[in-house]
Antibody, heavy 117, light 108 residues
Framework: QMQLVESGGGLVKPGGSLRLSCAAS????????MSWVRQAPGKRLEWISY????????YYADSVKGRFTISRDNAQNSLYLQMNSLRVEDTATYFC??????????WGQGAPVTVSS | EIVMTQSAATLSVSPGETATLSCRAS??????VAWYQQKPGQAPRLLIS???TRATGVPARFIGSGSGTDFTLTIRSLQSEDFAVYYC??????????FGQGTKLEIK
């Protein structure tokens, strides 16, 4: 089972940037697709991006395309989400998760992000 | 874009009884549906994949069924730890993979 720990969340002004990190352990990280899923307060889960094990394939939801970038460093067993041009509606808890054929068996504890002036 | 709709926002059931949670896809997703449980302040936990396959460590009282557009999560002999929010999710087509809006299972 993969253990995941997110970091980097916080308060940022609209238009600002933030980079989330997710440290993985317990598995050979490079073998696994990884994802970011977010949850705004009181709202449903929203899958926003995923990346292949090698990092060569990346997919984004329309709500973040062009503003967010997913990446990974397999040597460091780490997943990242660079968030630019942040909007108030990006306020949410961001979860990193292991993705297996479109299902999410392992999740981190979540990193809260608040976008507010 | 595929939309997942869970028919009940809240379901009130007594401990020891059976809860039946429903989820409908806007188009056929075969059996590519997963169910997750989320408790307050926690990350979601995978319960069911492939519409009916329990994840490792999930008790047998959690039963998933359905195919095409209509799916059900049945929880038998409800225990106190089962009261939570449950989400369905389709993984048939990346559009991206949407979740339902969730059903809160509360104690009656």
């Amino acid at each position: 089972q993969m253990q995941l720990v997110e970091s980097g969340g916080g308060l940022v002004k609209p238009g600002g940037s933030l980079r989330l990190s997710c440290a993985a352990s317990g598995v050979t990280f490079s073998e696994y697709y990884m994802s970011w899923v977010r949850q705004a307060p009181g709202k449903r889960l929203e899958w926003i991006s995923y990346i292949s094990g090698s990092g060569s394939a990346k997919y984004y939801a329309d709500s973040v395309k062009g503003r967010f970038t997913i990446s990974r460093d397999n040597a460091q067993n780490s997943l990242y989400l660079q968030m630019n041009s942040l909007r108030v509606e990006d306020t949410a808890t961001y979860f990193c998760a292991h993705m297996h054929y479109g299902v999410l068996p392992d999740w981190g504890q979540g990193a809260p992000v608040t976008v507010s002036s | 874009e595929i939309v997942m709709t869970q028919s009940a926002a809240t379901l009130s059931v007594s401990p020891g009884e059976t809860a039946t949670l429903s989820c409908r896809a806007s188009q056929s997703v075969s059996t590519n549906v997963a169910w997750y449980q989320q408790k307050p302040g926690q990350a979601p936990r995978l319960l069911i994949s492939g519409a009916s396959t329990r994840a490792t460590g999930v008790p047998a009282r959690f039963i998933g069924s359905g195919s095409g557009t209509d799916f059900t999560l049945t929880i038998r002999s409800l225990q106190s730890e089962d009261f939570a929010v449950y989400y369905c999710q389709q993984n048939n087509t990346w559009s991206p993979y949407p979740f339902g809006q969730g059903t809160k299972l509360e104690i009656k």
